[in-house]
């Protein structure tokens, strides 16, 4: 059965949807249907579009990660999007669930970052290191169940694995990332990283835009949302 992602917004410039864990946003050499490949289908099935369908990919989220991801559907919205990302206009929340409590209720991470493009990871230095990239992002824990905390995470640059090496560095690895150091993977394969929150100005109809995206249906997952909605 073909799968149909799940919808949070669409309009004539943009669409965006919610990932599941284990979809993969682009084309690699896995050979595996990619979300955007996905998302062209549904638009020429739902509009009876001939031929080509253009689809820009704004942005993308690791393999196992899910939540939000925006697409463009004109090349002057993908080449402005473009733009509100490189200007930092793009406001991104994530959730991250985490065994290990972090030292402080809340603050900032900064580090330099190397690619590993061979181990396809990265690994972060608390100084200028050759080759780093300078990246920080904003914590607070939201909540706390009997194993594992919820963290809401405010990255303010966009590098490799940024979110995972760092909340690993700072000794606490996401829950089921084995990459970067937790004990052992989830059973899904997927981490317990979401996208939870987008927001921008519409780069057509100059709007703000708000996105959120329901967390994966799993116990910790759905635990975390109803305390956070019923707070």
Same mark, same amino acid.
Not at 58 to 81: E, Y
Not at 157 to 184: A, E, F, N, W
């Given at each position: 059965?073909?799968?149909?992602?799940? *919808?949070?917004?669409?309009? +004539?410039?943009? *669409?965006?949807?919610?990932?599941?864990?284990?979809?993969?946003?682009?084309?690699?050499? =896995?050979?595996?249907?990619?979300?955007?490949?996905?998302?062209?289908?549904? *638009?020429? /099935?739902?509009?009876?579009?001939?031929?080509?369908?253009?689809?820009?990919?704004?942005?993308? $989220?690791?393999?196992?990660?899910?939540?939000?991801? $925006? &697409?463009?559907?004109?090349?002057?919205?993908?080449?402005? @999007? +473009?733009?509100?990302?490189?200007?930092?206009?793009?406001? /991104?929340?994530?959730?991250?669930?985490?065994?290990? %409590?972090?030292?402080?209720?809340?603050?900032?991470?900064? #580090?330099? $970052?190397?690619?590993?493009?061979? /181990?396809?990871?990265?690994?972060?230095?608390?100084?200028?290191?050759?080759?780093?990239?300078?990246?920080?992002?904003?914590?607070?824990?939201?909540?706390?169940?009997?194993?594992?905390?919820?963290?809401?995470? +405010?990255? $303010?640059?966009?590098?490799?694995?940024?979110?995972?090496?760092?909340?690993? =560095? @700072?000794?606490?690895?996401?829950?089921?990332?084995?990459?970067?150091?937790?004990?052992?993977?989830?059973?899904?394969?997927?981490?317990?990283? #979401?996208?939870?929150?987008?927001?921008?100005?519409? %780069?057509? /109809?100059?709007?703000?835009?708000?996105?959120?995206?329901?967390? %994966?249906?799993?116990?910790?997952?759905?635990? &975390?949302?109803?305390?956070?909605? +019923?707070?």
């Amino acid at each position: 059965m073909e799968h149909v992602p799940q *919808i949070l917004y669409e309009d +004539n410039h943009l *669409i965006a949807v919610n990932k599941r864990s284990g979809d993969i946003v682009q084309g690699d050499k =896995t050979g595996d249907e990619p979300l955007s490949e996905m998302i062209k289908s549904y *638009i020429k /099935k739902k509009y009876a579009k001939p031929g080509e369908v253009f689809l820009g990919v704004v942005h993308r $989220l690791d393999r196992p990660v899910s939540g939000v991801v $925006l &697409f463009a559907r004109t090349s002057k919205a993908l080449s402005r @999007m +473009n733009e509100l990302f490189r200007e930092k206009k793009v406001n /991104k929340i994530y959730w991250a669930v985490v065994k290990n %409590p972090p030292p402080e209720e809340h603050g900032t991470l900064i #580090h330099y $970052l190397v690619k590993d493009e061979k /181990k396809n990871k990265s690994r972060a230095y608390d100084h200028e290191v050759p080759g780093s990239q300078r990246c920080w992002l904003d914590y607070k824990v939201l909540a706390k169940s009997d194993n594992y905390f919820l963290l809401e995470v +405010n990255p $303010l640059t966009g590098r490799h694995h940024q979110i995972r090496v760092q909340l690993s =560095t @700072m000794g606490c690895p996401i829950k089921g990332d084995v990459k970067y150091g937790y004990d052992r993977s989830n059973e899904d394969g997927s981490i317990h990283l #979401h996208s939870r929150r987008t927001e921008f100005l519409h %780069p057509v /109809k100059k709007e703000i835009i708000s996105l959120t995206a329901r967390v %994966p249906d799993d116990v910790i997952w759905n635990f &975390f949302e109803k305390i956070q909605v +019923n707070d």
